[in-house]
Nanobody, 119 residues
Framework: QVQLVESGGGLVQAGGSLRLSCADS????????LGWYRQAPGKQREVVAV???????NYAASVKGRSTISRDNAKNTVYLQMNSLKAEDTAVYYC?????????????WGQGTQVTISS
């Protein structure tokens, strides 16, 4: 069973920082990929950052250089540290996990946490 629970969202001033956390009820080592997506009002959901089981990372161009994704397998938690926040970072942030079994992919999502950046 997969239960992804996000925390750490809230209201932050532009230029500030925050750290999002996503904890699973089980072992995150079973996931091939973990990541964060976001969805702003009136826009499609977009990828923010992904970390693989080998700890390779990829970032959206819009957050690269000011965000860090990490995973703590002992705590079954994935984090997203975001710095130099901008108004355009305002969105609901969703935790994401994927398991690959051959040609099949199984994707799981958290409920989302709101991040609002005030200018």
């Amino acid at each position: 069973q997969v239960q992804l629970v996000e925390s750490g969202g809230g209201l932050v001033q532009a230029g500030g920082s925050l750290r999002l956390s996503c904890a699973d009820s089980g072992l995150i080592v079973r996931f091939n990929d973990l990541g964060w997506y976001r969805q702003a009002p009136g826009k499609q959901r977009e990828v923010v950052a992904v970390i693989t089981s080998g700890e390779d990372t990829n970032y959206a161009a819009s957050v690269k250089g000011r965000s860090t994704i990490s995973r703590d397998n002992a705590k079954n938690t994935v984090y997203l540290q975001m710095n130099s926040l901008k108004a355009e970072d305002t969105a609901v942030y969703y935790c994401y996990a994927q398991i690959r079994r051959g040609v099949r992919q199984y994707q799981y999502w958290g409920q989302g946490t709101q991040v609002t950046i005030s200018s």
